[in-house]
């Protein structure tokens, strides 16, 4: 009984640090997932590069992203951070 007493600030804390930081991130990656599979041509999208463009062409693994003068870039999906409305 005394070692469970002992041990309680411990699992207390890695039962804090878990709904804190692990939970919401995992939560936030299943999410970025998400919108990253839903992508679909002409919308306006950010990557994590900051570029902004719109969506041209979409293959299983790439996308391919056009700018406001025309010029195409091919990106990862995972290289796509947000979709804008």
Known sequence: ME????LSP???????FY????????????QVKQMQSDLQKGQS???IGGFHGVVHAIDESTVVIQAG????????????REVKQ
Not at 10 to 16: A, C, E, P, R
Not at 69 to 80: C, E, F, N, P, V
């Open 69 to 80: 003068d025309g010029t195409k870039l091919t990106y990862d999906r995972s290289a796509i």
């Open 3 to 6: 070692m469970l007493i002992s």
């Open 10 to 16: 411990i699992i207390l804390m890695f039962v804090i």
């Open 45 to 47: 999208v950010i990557t």
């Open 19 to 30: 709904f804190l930081l692990i939970r919401p991130q995992q939560k936030r990656q299943k």
